[in-house]
């Protein structure tokens, strides 16, 4: 397996000196944050706290501490919703860009296939085969990553961008085998698309 598809790095938490109760709902960012948790809660319609110092995270909220990135791409998304495709993009494109830069790819499949549908949405003469490109890199990422609801939810992406452009069988030969390897779930919202994409490729 390459390495450089399944290199991840955690970054080492400090023994918090003072921590601020998580609330019940909401997203929780440290002091570095606190710009961004500005820009997503007007877009997500979510309450954002702020955590007054990198080092007084509680480990109740690490996975979310960690996770600009991934907002980043929620935040791009609500963009998007919004009519603003262009900030969308550049949000994207910033997160990943701190991937790269920081080496830490656990999200990075997701960020791609989102690049991906940006890309259809701004409705380009070169609008499809560059959304294409970010759906196959989302796909690569997802498989060597043994990320199966990624995978999933790339595979979809572009079995729709394939089978709009005719390519129906190719589509389906695509998505059918990713989904049949779901054993649960088949009440998600990503299982019932790609329920719903197969029943129309027939």
Not at 51 to 75: D, F
Not at 89 to 107: N, V
Not at 130 to 139: D, I, K
């Amino acid at each position: 397996m390459d390495s450089a598809f399944v290199r991840y790095r955690t970054r080492t938490l400090e023994t918090p000196r003072r921590t601020l109760k998580p609330p019940s709902s909401g997203v929780v960012l440290w002091k570095p944050g606190i710009v961004l948790a500005d820009r997503i809660a007007p877009v997500t319609r979510r309450p954002v706290v702020a955590v007054a110092e990198p080092s007084a995270r509680p480990p109740a909220v690490r996975s979310q501490v960690g996770a600009t990135r991934s907002l980043l791409g929620s935040l791009a998304q609500g963009l998007a919703g919004g009519g603003e495709i262009a900030q969308a993009l550049a949000t994207i494109d910033e997160a990943l860009a701190r991937s790269e830069r920081d080496e830490e790819y656990w999200c990075i499949a997701e960020l791609l296939r989102i690049k991906g549908e940006l890309i259809v949405q701004t409705g380009a003469r070169a609008a499809t085969a560059a959304a294409e490109e970010h759906f196959q890199q989302a796909l690569q990422w997802a498989r060597r990553q043994g990320a199966l609801s990624l995978e999933l939810r790339s595979a979809t992406g572009l079995a729709r961008r394939w089978h709009e452009r005719g390519r129906t069988r190719p589509a389906r030969e695509l998505l059918a085998p990713v989904y049949r390897r779901f054993t649960e779930g088949f009440d998600t919202a990503d299982l019932r698309a790609a329920r719903a994409l197969l029943d129309h490729l027939g």
